[in-house]
């Protein structure tokens, strides 16, 4: 099991372009999330989704867009990127583990800059 | 949504025990209580789960009074390698939207 994967780690954009941050889960969860997290701060939540074709916005979506077309994929993309956007972006599946806890499983996250 | 409370930063030596409290006043009945603890550069990763009573896993125990209203992350004898940052969380699968709150800044000195 490879877990979450998150692609790219690094990226620098320039304001006004866009861009898709990929998320993959191969552990059949449903619940996918998206969070962003500043330097120092706590994790905010942008988008989340509970399944296939189904998305809701969390608690910071302006400037995002999320699809869910497979429970595998969901993808994050930026559109406009501006320099309020510059974070760590983290994805995380929510599933039951080997013990049967209710658990948040997050990718190595995506650093993104925008100047 | 559930909103949690935790102390902004604490401090401690090696071979201490620490113990971070989380308030969440609106918890749910159906809401478990979750602990996670993040380093620089990664992201949060699963400590410790519990409903209610106490807890005991190989890192941790969590406590949870009656009420529920509260809980307790024990770390015995932590080391250098327990600074970082523990958040706890509150809901369940069936709780669509997990939010963070700010999380304890936790600083193990030798």
């Known amino acids: 099991n490879a877990g979450v994967t998150q692609t790219p780690k690094f990226r620098i954009l320039k304001i006004g372009q866009s861009m898709t941050l990929q998320c993959t889960q191969d552990?059949?969860?449903?619940?996918m999330y998206w969070y962003r997290q500043d330097p120092g701060m706590g994790l905010k939540l942008i988008y989340y989704s509970v399944g296939a074709g189904i998305t809701d916005k969390g608690e910071v979506p302006n400037g995002y867009n999320v699809s869910r077309s497979t429970t595998e994929d969901f993808p994050l993309r930026l559109e406009l990127a501006a320099p309020s956007q510059t974070s760590v972006y983290f994805c995380a599946s929510n599933g039951r583990d080997s013990s049967g806890a209710n658990v948040l499983t997050f990718g190595a996250g995506s650093r993104l800059t925008v100047l | 949504l559930a909103k949690t409370t935790q102390p902004i930063s604490m401090d401690s030596y090696e071979g201490q025990e620490v113990n971070i409290t989380c308030s969440h006043n609106?918890?749910?009945?159906?809401?478990?209580i979750t602990w996670y603890q993040q380093f620089p550069s990664q992201g949060p990763r699963f400590i410790i789960q519990?409903?209610?009573t106490k807890v005991t896993n190989e890192v941790a125990s969590l406590f949870i009074p009656a009420d529920r209203k509260s809980s307790t992350l024990s770390l015995p004898r932590v080391s250098l390698s327990d600074t970082a940052v523990y958040y706890c969380l509150v809901g369940y699968t069936g709780r669509r939207a997990l939010t963070f709150g700010s999380g304890t800044r936790l600083q193990v000195q030798p």
């Open positions: 552990m059949n969860h449903n619940y």
């Open positions: 609106n918890i749910a009945t159906n809401d478990y």
């Open positions: 519990g409903y209610k």
